[in-house]
């Protein structure tokens, strides 16, 4: 099996579904549709909060002159 990943304008992506959709039966296993900038987001206000409490913090300042 094989993955391809396609980047889509918003305004075509309806054009690329049709296609999908319109395939031979077998030809494609599954497919999703990601938005990344909308996940991106997401993901940021998850992590940076948790990684700041961690890493900004008095314990590690002695390490943060080798960065």
Excluded: G, H
């Excluded at 099996?1 to 039966?25: A, P, Y």
């Excluded at 999703?32 to 940076?48: A, G, R, S, Y």
């Amino acid at each position: 099996m094989q993955v391809l990943k396609l980047e889509v304008e918003d305004s075509k992506l309806d054009v690329i579904l049709t296609i999908i959709n319109n395939l031979q039966d077998n030809i494609i296993r599954k497919y999703e549709i990601v938005n990344t900038d909308k996940e991106q987001k997401e993901f940021t206000k998850l992590f940076i909060p948790s990684l700041d409490k961690v890493w900004d913090n008095k314990e590690d300042s002695i390490y943060d002159k080798f960065l």
